[in-house]
């Protein structure tokens, strides 16, 4: 058990001949407290499992340090780290039993036989895979299989972490549901700290008390699932988190004021600054027909069932916007508004404070 | 992969079913045909019976000429597959030494047999060899042409020289398909280097060493050119192997027939094995 | 663990190297030198050897028979196993389990119990001491084994390739030769390259049924050697050949070898 932190942490690839050093994590600086069920959210090639590998040491930083409980662990070898860590694709060591593979780590480090049995029933006993525990580990399904690599992480007494890297990529989807939520429970059960690393926003918001989001080789944003879709820090969380995505618009700023579509919009930017360009982004929750709103056109509805996505545009800028079931969408000149509570404004791509102002 | 059937795919097999059974049928027929039959010249031929295969089957010669084909089939068996793991194992996995060990590797499969027979020939000759100067200059009487052992050690050898780079190859390409997340699991695990080759190596490598063990059990059964270049089965007869008796038999004392039972019998023989093989190799993966 | 490693692998290469050496370097000595003294590389360098076989059309014209045949061979083999090894990939048919066990019994076949009826067979069809008749003699091994290899290649195209190529119109004969072969060139590449190998270093068919005008190096160098007495400069310098085209083969082929081998199931 440890809290981890990550300090300044950089890393390049060795660059292919000819060509410019690129760094696949760019600045990293992050912890991770002791106990908590982390995702590490972010679309593909946005340095994730590079990050992963430099918490288990399989890869070590350009530059930078991996503290465990303000303990230099940057040069320390993966098996001393007391780590697990689940991979994308199950795997299992094919010749050994179920029994055989839970216990494998447990052996390597030496442990007795008569103290690894119980341990290792326990566990077995946790993941449902009593049953199967003489079986040969080849024989499962991938669930199964996925199983016993998390298995493998939990029957060690000393893990100070457990990381997933997309653990669900190659399982069925009915049983995907499964199996994310025997992790929470299991989460609850052991109280290990967790790190989920995934590029699909439903299981890391429905899996983590805390979502790290991961873009281009920064951490973006850090936060619960709801600051993440309240408050998004920056343009690339609003729009990879929410289906759809957070509308963003262009918006100009007049007299401390900012215009959006033709119009003020209520609210402006809490320290002055000279610049003039602004993005103004609304989830698609948080826009909705108002009589006295900004005119637009109406392109198409979509009814998703317990709620409607509408398309509107206006000013060659389409937004999006999510009508309640009950709700009417008027059939002639509809007028939208956005709510200024949850309206944010964006400069170069990061959220800035604001205040309302009158219109 | 669920195939569709398809009775028309039987034209697109028709071309080598053709060339292949003008090469293997007839043959195989004329073989049967003097197996079974006497001649005393003349093209007048006399239907002999199983005869001949009688004959084969209890001489001694035959019974001798198998002993020493299976010991060597053997002996390069033991040496070659975990010499080649070996290798294998130590081979650079990425870089530009890749190519460079591969391409020096596979040198000696793409030389002609009986060039390889001549350059072990003069490689340990004890005048003008450099092996043979060698291991005489190390105080050990050593002359392949006249001492059965010395023969027999320079032909296994000589085959572990030309050979073991194709179970480097196989094993090679074996271990470069192996995930690295097997390779990263077990360092989380904390497994020794002996229990990722013993847990994970080895069991992945199981189809390509079938498929090496086979190869190498099929043409080194078969093999003729090498040590009847380099030894041309002596002295005596310590290293004369099926084929080359077989050759002996047919074309230099022209029995026909009992060469002709002795070749079914040797077919046969190679034939039983790779059967069991593979079918012991096909129930094992179906599992 | 890593100078472990790299001891090993040099130590084998230098294993592999080692009777080379002594084949190419005695190829530089004069006939004296190679009897009468010991030297580890050649004191008076002499280009006779190769001279006399460039020179010597009995010398020269083996190697262009080798290599006629042997390309003739890998051509029929990887053209006609092309077609065969998209039947056993792709459908079901009568019998096409045993047939391909068939195929594969024919690799297993010992080359001397063929020898002679080889040497009636293609004596009775007037094609004895050509080169077509030690290239289709080769063709018992080298087609089940392209056979093989191609179809290991193919299982691993998706069937959805074909399936498309269909119903966008294409007729079966247009789809193969224009997606299909294009798909699956490193396989043919790796088929070929064993083609040539096994037809390059076997001997003892291609001897049978050769005895002037097909006849292979190979064969020149073994009637050298037990005729001509001691001509060991001569049938080192012709050996050190015959390992040039392999040495080419393989330098062409090296990024295959690895991949052919894990996905040809050679």
């Not at chain 1, 402006?268 to 006295?292: C, H, I, L, M, W």
């Not at chain 2, 004959?55 to 040496?79: C, D, Y």
């Not at chain 3, 001891?7 to 000595?29: A, C, H, Q």
């Not at chain 3, 280009?47 to 059309?57: A, E, G, H, Q």
Request: aromatic content about 12%.
């Amino acid at each position: 058990m440890a809290r981890i932190e990550l300090k300044n942490i950089r890393h390049s690839y060795p660059a292919a001949k000819g060509e410019d050093q690129v760094w696949a994590l760019e600045e990293v600086n992050q912890v991770w407290e002791d106990g908590g069920a982390y995702a590490l959210l972010g679309p593909s090639g946005c340095g994730k499992t590079t990050l992963l590998n430099i918490i288990s040491g399989l890869l070590t930083p350009t530059e930078g340090s991996v503290l465990f409980d303000d303990k230099n662990m940057t040069q320390v070898a993966t098996i001393d780290r007391h780590i697990a860590q689940v991979f994308q694709f199950p795997v299992v060591y094919d010749t050994m039993t179920v029994y055989q593979n839970l216990a494998f780590p447990l052996r390597n480090r030496g442990m007795n036989h008569s103290d690894i049995e119980p341990r290792v029933k326990e566990i077995a006993e946790m993941l449902d895979l009593t049953e199967s525990l003489y079986n040969r580990a080849a024989g499962l399904t991938a669930d199964g299989k996925q199983k016993i690599s998390l298995g493998r992480g939990l029957v060690r007494p000393d893990v100070n972490v457990i990381m997933f890297d997309e653990p669900l990529t190659v399982i069925d989807p009915h049983l995907k549901w499964q199996l994310r939520s025997k992790l929470k429970q299991l989460h609850q059960q052991v109280g290990t700290t967790m790190i989920y690393v995934t590029h699909d926003q439903t299981e890391a918001l429905t899996f983590a008390e805390t979502v790290v989001v991961m873009y281009e080789g920064r951490v973006v944003q850090v936060g619960t699932p709801v600051e993440l879709f309240e408050e998004p820090k920056h343009t690339f969380v609003g729009h990879f988190i929410g289906s759809p995505g957070m509308n963003l618009l262009p918006c100009e700023n007049v007299d401390r004021k900012a215009h959006c579509l033709g119009s003020a919009l209520g609210i402006a930017e809490k320290n002055e600054t000279q610049s003039e360009q602004f993005q103004v982004g609304v989830r698609p929750e948080f826009v909705y027909f108002d009589e006295v709103g900004i005119p637009v056109n109406l392109n198409k509805v979509d009814d998703l069932g317990r709620y409607k996505v509408a398309e509107v545009e206006t000013h060659g800028h389409v937004i999006k916007m999510i009508v309640d079931e009950g709700e009417d969408i008027p059939g002639e000149n509809p007028r939208i508004c956005f709510d200024l509570d949850h309206t944010r404004l964006y400069r170069d791509g990061w959220m800035v404070e604001t205040e309302e102002v009158m219109p | 992969m669920n195939k569709i059937s398809n009775q028309r795919a039987w034209w697109l097999v028709v071309p080598v079913v053709v060339l292949v059974a003008f090469n293997a049928l007839i043959p195989l027929m004329t073989v049967v045909n003097y197996s079974v039959q006497e001649t005393f010249g003349n093209n007048l031929f006399f239907w002999h019976g199983v005869g001949w295969f009688e004959q084969v089957l209890t001489s001694e010669r035959f019974h001798a000429s198998l002993f020493r084909q299976l010991a060597f089939t053997g002996m390069i068996l033991i040496i070659e597959v975990p010499l080649g793991i070996a290798v294998a194992l130590c081979m650079p996995r990425k870089g530009p030494w890749v190519s460079v060990c591969l391409v020096l590797m596979a040198l000696p499969l793409l030389i002609p047999w009986n060039v390889v027979g001549a350059m072990w020939n003069i490689f340990a000759l004890p005048d003008i060899g450099l092996l043979g100067r060698m291991i005489n200059g190390l105080g050990i009487d050593y002359n392949f042409t006249q001492q059965p052992v010395a023969a027999w050690s320079t032909t296994v050898l000589m085959d572990v020289w030309h050979w073991t780079s194709l179970v480097v190859l196989l094993t090679y390409a074996g271990l470069c398909s192996i995930p690295d997340a097997y390779y990263q699991a077990a360092r989380i695990d904390g497994a020794s280097s002996w229990s990722v080759f013993r847990f994970i190596q080895l069991p992945k490598l199981k189809r390509v060493l079938t498929i090496a063990v086979l190869l190498r059990f099929m043409d080194s059964f078969m093999i003729y050119t090498e040590p009847f270049v380099l030894t041309g089965g002596g002295p005596g007869n310590t290293t004369t192997f099926l084929s080359i008796d077989l050759v002996k038999i047919a074309l230099g004392q022209f029995d026909l027939g009992p060469a002709a039972a002795m070749s079914l019998i040797y077919f046969l023989v190679v034939l039983l094995v790779c059967w069991v093989f593979y079918t012991a190799m096909m129930r094992n993966e179906e599992q | 663990m890593r100078f472990q490693k790299w001891l090993v692998t040099t130590l084998y290469i230098l294993f592999l190297l080692l009777p080379i050496y002594w084949l190419v370097s005695m190829s530089f000595k004069t006939t004296n030198e190679i009897l009468g003294v010991f030297s580890l590389w050649p004191i008076e360098f002499t280009l006779d050897n190769y001279r006399k076989i460039f020179t010597d059309p009995t010398w020269y014209n083996g190697y262009i028979n080798s290599l006629i045949y042997v390309v003739i061979n890998t051509v029929i083999s990887v053209s006609v196993a092309l077609p065969a090894a998209y039947a056993f990939s792709r459908y079901r048919f009568l019998g096409d389990k045993h047939l391909f066990f068939w195929l594969l019994t024919n690799r297993m076949a010992p080359p001397a119990v063929f020898a002679l009826p080889f040497f009636q067979l293609y004596s009775a069809t007037g094609l004895f001491d050509t080169h077509i008749a030690v290239a289709l003699a080769h063709c018992l091994f080298n087609i089940p084994l392209a056979v093989w290899i191609l179809e290991g290649f193919m299982s691993g195209v998706p069937k959805e390739l074909d399936e498309t190529a269909y119903l966008d119109g294409y007729s079966f004969w247009r789809f193969f030769i224009r997606i299909f072969i294009p798909t699956i060139a490193a396989g043919i590449g790796v088929a070929m390259f064993f083609c040539f190998m096994y037809s390059w270093v076997e001997l003892l068919l291609a001897k049978t049924l050769t005895s002037v005008d097909a006849k292979p190096i190979a064969a020149t160098m073994t009637r050298t050697a037990s005729t001509s007495g001691y001509e060991l400069g001569l049938l080192a310098a012709a050996g050190t050949l015959t390992i040039i085209p392999g040495a080419f083969v393989i330098y062409f082929v090296r990024n295959y070898i690895a991949k052919g081998f894990a996905l040809g199931r050679v």
